[in-house]
């Protein structure tokens, strides 16, 4: 999986059980952090759309 889309699905992850935005990882490359990009995000249960937001 690619290694940004893992992050995002973490951070929903983290975020839907605890409450709480889990810190970025040490290792994220800096590209990551000053790079502009629109974001999409899906989220389905049981093959059913449950939500989705972008930009």
């Known amino acids: 999986m690619n290694p ?4 995002a699905k973490q951070a929903i992850e983290n975020y839907v059980k ?5 810190s970025l ?4 490359p800096e ?3 000053v790079r502009k990009s629109g974001t999409f995000v899906t989220i389905m249960k049981d ?3 449950r939500g989705c ?3």
């Open 31 to 33: 590209d990551f952090l």
């Open 47 to 49: 093959k059913e759309l």
């Open 18 to 22: 605890e409450g709480k935005i889990p």
């Open 25 to 28: 990882p040490a290792d994220l």
């Open 53 to 55: 937001i972008g930009t």
């Open 4 to 7: 940004y889309i893992l992050l």
